[in-house]
């Protein structure tokens, strides 16, 4: 095995003996057969539960397979990592098990939940720095730490140890699976777990089409296969922020490049739509990178029914709070929630005529935001609608434009909904 980065590529030994390394640690998640998705797609669909691992995501494995292989010269400066969360919680708890002091630096956009988490597994192993609102921001003070201070740089993807552990994934998934796996779904994010997997499938089951799913806020392995080089997005959305990645890595993009068959890209309204269903339906509940690999499946519609597929459902590092949120871009993307800027006359009887003439049997107005301006004849409201149907959406602006009602769509216009 080679660390450059240029001739780097997983060798199916270097795997393994990762997971003899981490077999202490990390547990042996199960693949369990999901009935109502095998039923939706009329297919066998399996999901490797790497978010019942000991830190809910399969961070751990990467995590702890490059730790433990530092030499104690190395563990004596320490470690330092930045994370959005997984990472940072399966270097934390890597650190505590290990005897070794870890600063780890994370978006200040984390959710509280997943700071709660990588306290709760470093304990007083682990200094937690805030900086930054992306990973890469995270990243880069993360490097200058470890630069000015001696310590070792634990990469969330772009190291052959990291890529490695992640790679027992696919060892256990071929273990385990009880028929040949004729789709393999895997989240991306900087790359690592897919770099990892689709070399061990590429090596003992080569028929396999290996798919990658990111989230559409935050593309970047997809823009750089666009671009035939490594490539960094402006901007990124990170909702999904397991995934939310603005430059995959240069070994994990290079192994990618070779052994993904294609890259999905998923809105993330989509993803939560998943969410809801997992737990609604299966009582599973994930973060939204972990529910990324599943929401793709509808994506290849017919090709893989009758087939035998695995999704591997990375994490369920979610914070409660974020269900409104959840709830509210699932709603928004399946198209049942609708906001408007109406401009109703400031006369007696104007909204009650809007409820009676407008809205439609089942329609419902879930926020209501008006303000009266005594100078004007008309004062503009924000209103909420919440529909039964996607179908109901366009008999609701017919009746609209019936009455003469004057307003604005405001869906289409992110950046005002990010006001209400």
């Known amino acids: 095995m080679t660390d450059t980065k240029e001739d780097y590529w997983p060798q199916l030994s270097d795997i393994q003996r990762a997971r003899q390394r981490i077999g202490g640690v990390v547990q042996h998640t199960p693949l369990f057969l999901n009935a109502p998705l095998s039923e939706r797609y009329d297919a066998e669909i399996w999901l490797k539960r790497e978010d019942l691992q000991v830190v809910r995501s399969y961070k751990i494995r990467g995590a702890y397979n490059k730790i433990s292989s530092l030499t104690p010269e190395e563990l004596e400066r320490g470690v330092v990592c930045a994370s959005a969360g997984n990472h940072a919680q399966g270097v934390a708890f890597a650190a505590l098990r290990l005897g070794v002091r870890a600063a780890i630096f994370m978006p200040k956009p984390t959710p509280q939940q997943k700071i709660r988490q990588v306290r709760m597994h470093g304990r007083d192993n682990v200094e937690i720095v805030l900086s930054g609102d992306t990973y890469d921001d995270s990243c880069q003070e993360a490097m200058e730490y470890c630069s000015a201070r001696g310590a070792c740089f634990i990469h969330p993807?772009?190291?052959?140890?990291?890529?490695?552990?992640?790679?027992?994934?696919?060892?256990?998934?071929?273990?385990?699976?009880?028929?040949?796996?004729?789709?393999?779904?895997?989240?991306?994010?900087?790359?690592?777990?897919?770099?990892?997997?689709?070399?061990?499938?590429?090596?003992?089951?080569?028929?396999?089409?290996?798919?990658?799913?990111?989230?559409?806020?935050?593309?970047?392995?997809?823009?750089?296969?666009?671009?035939?080089?490594?490539?960094?997005?402006?901007?990124?959305?990170?909702?999904?922020?397991?995934?939310?990645?603005?430059?995959?890595?240069?070994?994990?993009?290079?192994?990618?490049?070779?052994?993904?068959?294609?890259?999905?890209?998923?809105?993330?309204?989509?993803?939560?739509?998943?969410?809801?269903?997992?737990?609604?339906?299966?009582?599973?509940?994930?973060?939204?990178?972990?529910?990324?690999?599943?929401?793709?499946?509808?994506?290849?519609?017919?090709?893989?029914?009758?087939?035998?597929?695995?999704?591997?459902?990375?994490?369920?590092?979610?914070?409660?709070?974020?269900?409104?949120?959840?709830?509210?871009?699932?709603?928004?993307?399946a198209g049942l929630k609708h906001y408007f800027m109406v401009r109703f006359p400031q006369r007696s009887g104007a909204l009650r005529e809007f409820l009676e003439n407008v809205l439609g049997p089942d329609d419902d107005i879930t926020l209501f935001q008006y303000t009266k301006k005594n100078s004007r004849e008309k004062g503009p409201a924000i209103v909420g609608i919440e529909v039964c149907s996607p179908a109901d959406f366009e008999p609701l602006l017919s009746r609209m434009k019936e009455h003469n009602i004057i307003y604005e769509y405001l869906n289409d216009k992110p950046d005002l909904l990010t006001l209400i």
């Open 157 to 333: 993807f772009d190291d052959p140890l990291i890529i490695e552990g992640q790679g027992t994934v696919g060892l256990d998934i071929l273990n385990d699976a009880k028929c040949s796996v004729d789709y393999l779904f895997l989240p991306i994010g900087g790359g690592g777990l897919a770099a990892g997997v689709s070399s061990v499938f590429k090596a003992i089951s080569p028929e396999t089409k290996i798919i990658g799913v990111e989230a559409s806020g935050a593309a970047s392995m997809k823009r750089s296969f666009e671009a035939g080089q490594v490539t960094t997005l402006d901007d990124i959305d990170t909702f999904a922020d397991g995934i939310a990645v603005r430059t995959p890595g240069v070994m994990t993009y290079r192994i990618c490049r070779k052994f993904l068959d294609d890259i999905i890209v998923v809105p993330e309204g989509r993803i939560c739509s998943t969410i809801l269903e997992l737990y609604n339906e299966s009582a599973i509940v994930v973060e939204p990178a972990g529910a990324a690999s599943i929401t793709a499946l509808p994506y290849l519609g017919d090709a893989i029914r009758g087939k035998n597929v695995v999704c591997v459902v990375s994490g369920s590092n979610n914070d409660i709070t974020r269900m409104e949120e959840i709830k509210e871009r699932s709603m928004l993307y």
